[in-house]
């Protein structure tokens, strides 16, 4: 294992003081606890939304606190659920009055973490909580029928939501709209996303998984989870369509449809290559007649150093627009 660290042990909280240190007009700690990151710049009467998960994933979760987003997270080590006490520390800190919003990914963990923290906010400190929980990744689920638990992963495309959301809080929205708008992202987002290469925990020491030199693997989730196919790799082109496809289907956008594009890299795809996928989204939405109103392009939810890249789209109506379009501004994401 190579890596440009220090212990092991050390690794998150060594990670959030340079954040702290990098960024101190935009986040803060709620006290001696580095895990519990919020917002340097507390609105009154505003809606709070935190969100929270584990590390490996910058800039997700944490790296979207901020100027018309998100404002607070709690942060677990590697790949694991930060405490319900923490998510509970996060929640009294950005409570202004208007009540907070929890915006995560559909994992056991941070489900049964939030759910204890919401309970222990309305019932120790009278704070009204509200959850939505994102799961977009074709991959991990077929359809849910009304009523059936969405067992589908949540992955990049909570981006999406936190930015929608975050707008309509920052409009200073009540609750009940800014879960509402929340939830309508949540709806029209789909991803699905593909591996070349395996991540390493750094407690760990060694590969989570192991993948040929000449192997992709489509649908493989940001932790090393199963994907759906795993095969030679194949030109840029072919991988893209392959998804697309899925992607595609399964909302399904059709013709006429508008969508916002992001474009993630998993940590060691260089942006040259996501380009050139961005270049096969463009000519793949152009031939099914659904125009593009924005591309993100970057690295906004990693998996440590494993390469691959995912694909989310939006489907936007004129209230997404106007909230995906205003501006925010974070330490990892800045829009004007």
Not at 2 to 9: A, H, L, T, V
Not at 129 to 138: C, I, L, P, T
């Amino acid at each position: 294992m190579k890596k440009m660290i220090n212990k092991p042990e050390n690794y998150v909280k060594e990670m959030l003081e340079g954040i702290y240190a990098a960024h101190p007009d935009l986040v803060t700690c709620t006290g001696e606890d580095v895990h519990c990151l919020v917002t340097a710049r507390k609105k009154e009467g505003k809606v709070g939304i935190a969100t929270g998960g584990g590390s490996g994933h910058l800039p997700l979760f944490l790296g979207y606190v901020g100027e018309g987003m998100l404002d607070g997270c709690s942060v677990g080590d590697v790949f694991q659920s930060p405490s319900a006490e923490q998510m509970l520390a996060v929640t009294k800190y950005i409570d202004s009055g208007a009540g907070v919003l929890y915006i995560y990914g559909n994992y056991n963990g941070d489900i049964f973490n939030f759910d204890m923290a919401a309970e222990m906010a309305d019932f120790e400190e009278d704070i009204r909580v509200e959850s939505v929980v994102a799961g977009e990744d074709v991959a991990s689920a077929g359809p849910a029928a009304p009523g059936e638990k969405n067992t589908r992963r949540g992955v990049a495309g909570i981006v999406f939501v936190y930015k929608c959301a975050g707008a309509a809080a920052a409009d200073m929205l009540p609750l009940e709209e800014v879960k509402r708008v929340a939830e309508k992202a949540c709806a029209n987002v789909r991803t699905m996303g593909v591996a070349l290469s395996p991540c390493t925990v750094p407690r760990v020491g060694k590969p989570g998984f192991a993948i040929g030199e000449d192997e992709m693997e489509i649908g493989m989730g940001i932790h090393g989870e199963p994907g759906i196919r795993r095969g030679k790799l194949e030109p840029a082109d072919q991988v893209v369509t392959e998804m697309m496809d899925q992607i595609v289907a399964d909302l399904p956008y059709q013709k006429g449809d508008q969508v916002a594009v992001l474009v993630n890299g998993l940590g060691a795809t260089p942006l040259d290559e996501q380009y050139i996928v961005t270049r096969k989204i463009d000519e793949y939405l152009k031939e099914k007649g659904i125009s593009v109103h924005r591309y993100y392009v970057g690295e906004f939810a990693t998996a440590i150093e494993m390469a691959g890249f995912s694909i989310s789209l939006l489907k936007l109506d004129e209230e997404l627009k106007k909230y995906l379009d205003a501006p925010a501004r974070t330490p990892f994401f800045v829009q004007v």
